[in-house]
């Protein structure tokens, strides 16, 4: 028997409040197609990589090299699909796996060097906008709103 209380339905003004970030939103990740560099972008069609492959690939501009396992609690998601994205990300050149020489039971992850300042110039200009709308924000506001899309993302993942 489940305890848990229905879910709350939100009150009509809350939908229309909510809804009219959804055409913000749309164009941020519109955007992120048409910014891309046209080699990235040949590499994600001919590779079928979606976005979800694409948000892998900030978390490795920030580390030289990551640990599969480092990579998806950063991300939230299962180390069965962040290997399945780094997989992915590697067949198509734009990542590389190696053993960690002090642990040969772990996989390090880090940017094809090929590809490292693209990716890298790419994830800026993405970035960019939200670094500047951070900037303007007191301390207390700015956790707030990366509070507030913390809570969006989870729960948008798991939707």
Known sequence: MDDAPPPRLPRPEEVKEALGFVPL???YFRRAQTEMPDELREIFRGHRLTARHGAVLPQL???TSLSVSELAGRMGMSLTTASELLGDLSRAGLVERREDPANRRRT???LAPRHRAMI???VALRA???LRVLDELSPVERQGFVAGLVAWAHEV???
Do not use: H, I, M, Y
Request: no cysteine; hydrophobic share 50%; aromatic share 12%.
């Open 25 to 27: 939103v749309e164009a």
């Open 61 to 63: 501009t920030v580390e």
């Open 108 to 110: 390090l992850v880090s």
């Open 120 to 122: 890298e110039g790419f």
């Open 128 to 130: 960019a906008p939200l």
């Open 157 to 159: 993942r798991n939707w």
